[in-house]
């Protein structure tokens, strides 16, 4: 059912908590993935950052102009995303390090 409500197996927590304790690699990575999606955690603002990434990594493009424009050729779905919006993901990706993107690009 898609439209079913998510809930955690009770102990759930405590044993992640504990795996994470014993795997500070991987407590690690949890935390860097955290801070990236903080505050695009919605369905919307994951779709966002995704697609931003993989234009990005993936395309080598040059200028926010120039990922806004590939990220709304994709599919027509992708009109959802405005160019701020656009702007805010690159933005993220950039600061936090998710890209190696040329030091030239322009996000602005």
Do not use: C
């Given at each position: 059912?898609?439209?079913?409500?998510?809930?955690?197996?009770?102990g759930?927590?405590?044993?992640?908590?504990?795996f994470?304790?014993?795997?500070t690699?991987?407590?690690?990575?949890?935390?860097r993935?955290?801070?990236l999606?903080?505050?695009?955690?919605?369905?919307?603002?994951?779709?966002?950052?995704?697609?931003?990434?993989?234009?990005?990594?993936?395309?080598g493009?040059?200028?926010?102009?120039?990922?806004?424009?590939?990220?709304h050729?994709?599919?027509?779905?992708?009109?959802q995303?405005?160019?701020?919006?656009i702007?805010?993901?690159?933005?993220?990706?950039?600061?936090?390090?998710w890209?190696?993107?040329?030091?030239?690009?322009?996000?602005?």
């Amino acid at each position: 059912m898609p439209y079913k409500q998510l809930s955690l197996v009770p102990g759930a927590v405590a044993e992640a908590m504990a795996f994470l304790r014993s795997h500070t690699d991987t407590n690690a990575r949890f935390d860097r993935v955290t801070q990236l999606v903080d505050g695009f955690e919605t369905p919307f603002g994951l779709e966002l950052l995704a697609t931003v990434h993989w234009v990005m990594a993936h395309d080598g493009v040059p200028s926010l102009p120039a990922i806004s424009q590939v990220v709304h050729d994709w599919a027509p779905g992708k009109w959802q995303f405005t160019d701020a919006q656009i702007g805010l993901a690159a933005d993220r990706l950039h600061a936090q390090g998710w890209l190696d993107a040329p030091a030239a690009i322009s996000l602005r």
